[in-house]
């Protein structure tokens, strides 16, 4: 049977207080639940969840890593910090790191590979803005930004990676793209993990959807054959719409 991969990314939100009491009540409310679970807290809450999260089902996640080590790097928080702190899994190449902060997959892939060399997970997202798509040019979109961003990185490394599949349109949005649709894109992803790797490659790869997920669209979603867990932003930011989620069987 899949086990999912149910992954909540707080974003620039909560203080270390509230990231406490959050993550507190996770970890008692999911202790039961069998899916891979993932909470990203924001960096200032990443020392305080761990130790909240010591014991628990619950992975320890960033939000972003800088692409080097260590040195004259002024805002950046380096891999080496995170592991030190705990964290287990990074998510990497957001679409509001693309869009907002102009991160390219160069630096993206760069981060990937850093992240892979001291054995974090890391969540590759992809995602095509609503322009793109209406333009015609999804598949163009994924298909760079997987091969850019998983440049360099071998078969044996790719056991770590996640894939997660955002379109930019669904974002904060509200709006979710139809099972249909994402399960399309996934199995779009595949297809160019196939002609990267191999199709057993492709077959294990884990896929998550993000764009809106809610309690009340995750069964629908996580039915789908190439769905393979969820990132979440906004709904992930409370007990009450988490929780649910991540217990949607
Ligand atoms: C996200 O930030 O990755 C995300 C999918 O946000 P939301 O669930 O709020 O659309």
Redesign the pocket.
Known sequence: MKRYFIAG?W?MHKTIPEAIELASELKERLADCKEKLMIAPPFTALYSVAQVLKGSNILLGAQNMGPEESGAHTGEISVIMLKDIGVRVVILG?S?RRHTYGESDALINAKVKLALKHDLEAIL?VGETLEERERGVLENVIRRQLTEGLRGVDTSMLANVTI?Y?PVW????GKTATPEDADAVHAFCRQVIAELYSSDMAKNIVIQY????KPENTATLMAKKNIDGA?????SLKAESFVPIAKFL
Do not use: R
């Open positions: 990314n974003k957001h509001e997202c997660a955002e669904a974002i904060g949005t993000g764009g809106s997920v990132l979440v932003g906004g709904a």
